[in-house]
């Protein structure tokens, strides 16, 4: 298995509350995504890193923030959750080019 | 705007036979496919990729076909078993590097095979 880790793995918040997932990879990979996953919608990105402090929106990127303070970490912040951010959170790694390896997910439930 | 697209939210085989799962794409600036299994409560893992050069990539039970003009690829599973049985998602993304490269997902088709 790619060496890639997210936490917390189960989490219940209430809503309006900050909320920060972790994501720690060991394979010095460049790129790192986060992707939710919501029946109907398959996977979407929420917001990529392609180097350090280099970070830039996807496709759902409201209510979201990001940081990338070193190779390995890659933090998704939901600044106020909301019901519409109960979801399964992935995150993944990638060279420049090649497959990427995806975390076993985290599931969020904002209340 | 949809960029990947997999029509068939679900598709169910007999154990032996032939599973075609498709996808269409509308960015005709991808140059490289993948394709991912997932089984619940676990992350996507890669099962088989092809560049836009090729028209065809086999790894084992799987072959995955691209026909750029039609701007469509599509996975096949010979002999589909019952092991198979998972979501299947189509990603497309642009190989240039630096801020492009990012993997762009379809919504996924539930493939179930039945023994």
């Known amino acids: 298995d790619a060496g890639i880790t997210q936490s917390p793995r189960h989490k219940v918040t209430e809503t309006g509350t900050p909320v920060t997932l972790r994501c720690h990879q060991t394979?010095?990979?460049?790129?790192m995504y986060w992707y939710r996953q919501d029946p109907g919608h398959g996977l979407r990105l929420i917001h990529y890193?392609?180097?350090?402090?280099?970070?830039d929106k996807g496709e759902v990127s409201d209510g979201y923030s990001v940081s990338r303070s070193k190779t390995e970490d890659f933090l998704l912040t939901l600044e106020s959750a909301t019901s519409s951010q109960t979801s399964v959170y992935f995150c993944?790694?990638?060279?420049?080019?090649?497959?990427?390896?995806f975390g076993q997910g985290t599931r969020l439930t904002v209340v | 705007d949809q960029q990947v697209k997999q029509n068939s939210p679900s598709l169910s085989v007999q154990e032996g036979r032939i599973s075609i799962l498709n996808c269409d794409y509308t960015?005709?600036?991808?140059?490289?496919f993948l394709w991912y299994k997932k089984y619940p409560a676990e992350g996507p893992t890669f099962l088989i990729s092809?560049?836009?050069?090729?028209d065809k990539n086999e790894d084992g039970r799987f072959t995955v076909f691209l026909n750029k003009s039609a701007k469509h690829l599509s996975l096949h599973i010979v002999p589909s078993q019952p092991g198979d049985s998972a979501v299947y998602f189509c990603?497309?993304?642009?190989?240039?590097?630096?801020?492009?490269?990012?993997?762009?997902f379809g919504k996924g088709t539930l493939l179930t095979v039945n023994p």
């Open positions: 993944a790694i990638s060279d420049q080019k090649g497959e990427a390896f």
């Open positions: 394979e010095n990979h460049r790129y």
């Open positions: 890193s392609y180097g350090v402090k280099d970070t």
């Open positions: 960015n005709s600036m991808f140059d490289y």
């Open positions: 092809i560049s836009s050069i090729k």
């Open positions: 990603a497309a993304s642009l190989s240039g590097g630096g801020s492009n490269y990012k993997l762009t």
